[in-house]
Structure formats: C-alpha cells, structure tokens
C-alpha cells in the first residue's frame, strides 16, 4: 500500500521561510502525480493552495509556492504570516483513478 | 456563486447504511468530476471515492471498496455517497470536492464544509 509522507509539524518565525514535503513510501514524487497541496484551519473547509505541482489557485498569494526537490513535492511558504498558521495537506494522483493525502503537516508561527 | 453542500450525515449504528448526498450550485455540475473526501475526529484528510463528470467510471480507497458506493444526478445537480456496512473507523467528517478539471485535473479546487457520520452502538 502506497503512503505519502509529510513531516507531522513546522515552526517558523513571523516572516521567515518554511518548506514542506511531500514524498512517496516507495519511490520519487514527479510531476506525473500532480501534487497539490491545501490549506486547513480547525473546523473548515480544505482550501486549495497549488495544483499541478507549482501553479497557485486563484487568489492565493504568491508567498506561496510549489516545487518539485530531489524525489519529493515541495510547499513553501516566503515571508509566513500569523494567518499561515494550519495543517497542510499534499494530495497525489496515483494513476488508475486513485488519489492518497499524506498525512498533513501542522504550522505553527510564533 | 459556486457552492457545494452536504447533508444526510448523523449517528447510526454499525453494520448499517447511510446516504450522504452534495447538492451543487453555481456551475455545470455535468462538466466536473467529483469526489468524497472524509476526516476521522483529530486526523488527517483521506480521500474516499471519485466519479467522473459522466459517471462512467467510479474509483474507491481500499478502505471502503466493496462497502460505499459514489453517484451522481446531473438532473439534480447532486452527488451521493451510501455507505453500507458501516464501521467505528468510518465515522469522520465526510466533505464532497469538485474536480478541477481542465488545465488543473487532479486536484480539488472547490470544497463543501461537510457532515458528520458518527458509526456507534
């Protein structure tokens, strides 16, 4: 069974830089399985944050940003912001109709 | 403007069944495909079960083939979910998502706020 990892937990300083990733149980992470990555606060909705591994959906700020780094998906997030502080959730298509979440990563800005 | 909204979760004991519907408003429900997303209480997101925008092909997470099945009526403009054989470790937020389609397939770009399924005797 195929599991995405994403490490549990980040801080960052208010304006500081913080990277997420978003790697494969087996294997590299390409653009072929279009990550994308959300937002969520505590009793909300998912917000839609990148898709397609670098591309921001509309009205996000462009403090945010996808990539690909060595065999993982990557989030990262320029100039953090109080407001920043969330879970964050990558998603990957697997092929053959099959999506899987990692397991989210909790910021903390302080 | 574009919306998406559950109903139909509650308690309900286990080994039962339960329908969730989604209903859809603001856009051509028919152009989209569309997913179940679910979050036990204090976990992550994991995803459930996608149907393409026609219906022609249902994809499901291991965890529930076999138990939940996905549909949709375009003449409604409603997406469901029932879910038999219900168990302890299927009770979690159940959110429905649009898929974005396009340029910008395989992601979930529009979110409903969800309902609470809660599987206990």
């Known amino acids: 069974q195929t599991v995405v990892t994403q490490e549990p937990s980040f801080s960052v300083s208010p304006g500081g830089t913080v990277t997420f990733t978003c790697g494969l149980s087996?294997?590299?992470?390409?653009?072929?399985?279009?990550p994308s990555w959300y937002q969520q606060t505590p009793g909300q909705a998912p917000r839609t944050l990148i898709y397609r591994t670098n591309i921001r959906s509309s009205g996000v700020p462009d403090r945010f940003s996808g990539s690909i780094l060595g065999n993982k998906a990557a989030l990262t997030i320029t100039g953090a912001q109080a407001d920043d502080e969330s879970d964050y959730y990558c998603v990957l298509y697997l092929g053959s109709g099959m999506w899987v979440f990692g397991g989210g990563t909790k910021l903390s800005v302080l | 403007q574009v919306q998406l909204v559950e109903s139909g979760g509650g308690v309900v004991q286990p080994g039962r069944s339960l329908r969730l519907s989604c209903a859809a408003s603001?856009?051509?429900?028919?152009?989209?495909?569309m997913h179940w997303v679910r979050q036990a209480p204090g976990k992550g997101l994991e995803w459930v079960a996608v149907?393409?925008?026609?219906?022609?092909?249902?994809y499901y997470a291991d965890s529930v083939k076999g138990r939940f099945t996905i549909s949709r009526d375009s003449s409604k403009n409603t997406l469901y979910l029932q879910m038999n054989s219900l168990r302890g470790e299927d009770t979690a937020v159940y959110h429905c998502?649009?898929?974005?389609?396009?340029?910008?397939?395989?992601?979930?770009?529009?979110w409903g706020q969800g309902t609470m399924v809660t599987v206990s005797s």
């Open positions: 087996s294997g590299s992470v390409s653009t072929s399985y279009y």
């Open positions: 149907i393409w925008y026609d219906g022609s092909n249902q």
């Open positions: 998502a649009r898929d974005c389609g396009g340029d910008c397939s395989y992601a979930l770009d529009i």
């Open positions: 603001g856009f051509t429900f028919s152009a989209y495909g």
